[in-house]
């Protein structure tokens, strides 16, 4: 079946990295994705791997993926207390038809 | 550009009430979304909107929820009755087929409705 796990909190010190872990169960999925909600707010894209690349950088953000154990992960170097939110992995297959999102992870950033 | 609008950002209603909750997704969004988020829990997938026609509808409880996109612009999502269990946030997203064909997906900043 379709299932999305996360761990349900992080805490980490202003200026570390912090490294979100995701596992997922569909081994069909192409588009992997995190989102990140701050409170009061709706869901913001971060950023999304397509499933044929191993990694993604895009400024303080790193996305690895291991398709083969179906493992995700979010880096964010030199964490902000601006960072702190709930972290959300999702995946979908080709054309989106449904996404699927994990229970989210909570960011707790000690300054 | 506008983001996605929805109304009211919270409700608060007795158990039995109608309620009934409205999203103007973003301009040129073919794609509209309705979710359901429950506390402590990712967004589940009530019902999916291309143009004005639902192509999913598989999660929404038709008994009491309704949903409508007329002229596939704004959409309105109805719960009657509501029971103490609809209490969540409900979110609104949209999107434009993405390049290779990823759905990247705008959320809206939801409707939090809490059922007494």
């Known amino acids: 079946g379709e299932d999305v796990e996360q761990s349900l909190f992080l805490s980490v010190r202003e200026g570390d990295s912090s490294v979100i872990n995701c596992t997922y169960t569909?081994?069909?999925?192409?588009?992997l994705y995190w989102y990140k909600q701050e409170p009061g707010a709706g869901l913001q894209l971060l950023t999304y791997?397509?499933?044929?690349?191993d990694m993604k950088q895009d400024q303080r953000l790193t996305v690895l993926l291991n398709k083969k154990d179906k493992h995700l992960s979010l880096r964010i170097a030199d964490t902000q207390t601006g960072d702190s939110a709930i972290y959300f992995c999702?995946?979908?297959?080709?054309?989106?038809?449904?996404?699927?999102f994990g229970a989210g992870t909570r960011l707790f950033v000690k300054a | 550009e506008a983001g996605v609008v929805q109304s009211p950002r919270y409700k608060i209603i007795e158990k039995k009430q109608p309620v009934a909750f409205w999203c103007n997704p973003i301009s040129g969004h073919n794609t509209l979304y309705w979710y359901r988020q429950n506390l402590g829990q990712g967004p589940e997938l009530l019902i999916r909107y291309e143009n004005e026609e639902a192509v999913d509808d598989s999660q929404l409880p038709k008994d009491r929820f309704s949903a409508e996109r007329l002229k596939g612009v704004d959409s309105t999502l109805k719960i009657q009755p509501a029971e103490l269990g609809d209490s969540a946030v409900y979110l609104c997203?949209?999107?434009?087929?993405?390049?290779?064909?990823?759905?990247?997906?705008?959320f809206g900043p939801g409707t939090r409705l809490t059922v007494t």
């Open positions: 791997i397509f499933s044929n690349m």
């Open positions: 997203a949209s999107s434009l087929p993405g390049q290779g064909g990823s759905y990247e997906q705008y």
């Open positions: 999702a995946e979908s297959r080709r054309g989106g038809f449904k996404t699927i």
């Open positions: 569909d081994s069909s999925s192409t588009y």
